[in-house]
């Protein structure tokens, strides 16, 4: 075999196709594939209080995201430290501190979890404790010194979220990472309501849809279709106890529901353990909520929870049918 013959045989080397290793613009190729690296997306998280924003961090962290979290002073969770690539605390009213923290780590995308208890913004001198900085301040003003706008829960969230997109950093709702969160509909529990139980639930289902069209609060506490207590700042958990003091034979009922006009980036009505354990102490009997637009954390502790204790849960259409088993 000839020299040349030997070296075609040993070199074998062909032009590489278009798009599988062709010759271009005369270069040859050895058909080695494409590597495509991609960073994991970035996310912020502003946490309030209560289970919900761990739940969120954790769900961001099974999907691959990189979490940078905002904890909210006296609100959140120190272990969201261990759970997020990233943590640090805010202020209620430090918006420009929290832009530049999510904007030094890249997150062009947030979300919000967890409750903020409204009432400590009306305890004495609660605003040094919680000082505004310069971007605060220009978000709160119309709220709090000029009074052109009022201080709705939807207000004040709508301008937060405001703030933060006209520095580029969008939030959606945090059911988008882990919609297993929203409760399906139907009966959740082995207790379901009976004949009374169910003409509560539908007297109480018109009142908490009334009270939310006017952002007072989600839940109303009911009883022989007379209205016990509605929740306005003090929250869920607290209208309960007050109406376990008014109602003190109990056996009443609760409905949480979400707002007509609900923007599902925040404030989506959200219930647990804690709920059942404030109905449990009170008296309450039979719990109804919102399918679809009510966040159930810790779903098998909250069933085995309320099969322990006699609680009914059902989980009803937006039209406030409850849909059979």
């Known amino acids: 075999m000839g020299s040349s013959a030997r070296q075609n045989k040993t070199m074998n080397v062909r032009p590489r196709e278009k798009d599988n290793g062709e010759c271009r613009n005369g270069e040859w190729g ?3 594939p494409t590597l495509a690296l991609t960073a994991p997306a970035r996310v912020g998280l502003v946490a309030g209080w209560g289970r919900y924003p761990i739940v969120v961090a954790e769900a961001l962290k ?8 905002l904890g909210v002073k006296d609100h959140a969770d120190p272990v969201l430290r261990t759970v997020c690539d990233g943590f640090a605390w805010m202020g209620l009213a430090r918006i420009g501190r929290a832009i530049r923290y999510l904007r030094r780590n890249r997150c062009r995308d947030a979300t919000m979890a967890g409750k903020i208890h409204k009432m400590r913004l009306y305890q004495p001198w609660a605003w040094l404790k919680h000082l505004p900085d310069w971007r605060g301040v220009r978000t709160f003003y119309p709220h ?11 207000t004040l969230l709508t301008a937060i979220v405001d703030a ?25 529990t082995r207790q379901r309501p009976n004949a009374a139980q169910l003409k509560d639930i539908e007297f109480g289902w018109r009142l908490a849809k009334e009270m939310g069209r006017l952002d007072v609060g989600q839940s109303v506490v009911v009883k022989d279709q007379t209205a016990i207590a509605v929740e306005a700042i003090e929250g869920t958990d607290e209208c309960i106890r007050r109406a376990g003091a008014l109602c003190r034979a109990g056996a009443f009922t609760v409905v949480k ?20 354990e404030a109905m449990a ?13 009510t966040i ?5 502790e909250f069933l085995k ?9 059902v989980a009803l259409e937006a039209d406030g049918r409850l849909a059979a088993a």
């Open 30 to 32: 050895m058909n080695v």
């Open 62 to 69: 099974r999907s691959g995201h990189e979490v940078y979290c």
């Open 144 to 154: 709090f010194v000029a009074r052109t706008k009022d201080r709705r829960d939807d």
């Open 164 to 188: 933060f997109a006209q520095d580029g950093i969008v939030f959606g709702p945090a059911t988008n990472y882990a919609p297993e969160l929203l409760v399906k509909s139907g009966p959740l």
């Open 257 to 276: 529901t979400a707002k007509p006009q609900q923007d599902m980036r925040f404030d989506v009505p959200t219930v647990g353990v804690w709920t059942l």
């Open 281 to 293: 102490a009170a008296g309450g009997k039979v719990l109804a909520i919102e399918a679809g637009r």
């Open 296 to 300: 159930l954390v810790d779903e098998p």
């Open 305 to 313: 929870f309320a099969d322990q204790h006699g609680i009914g849960v």
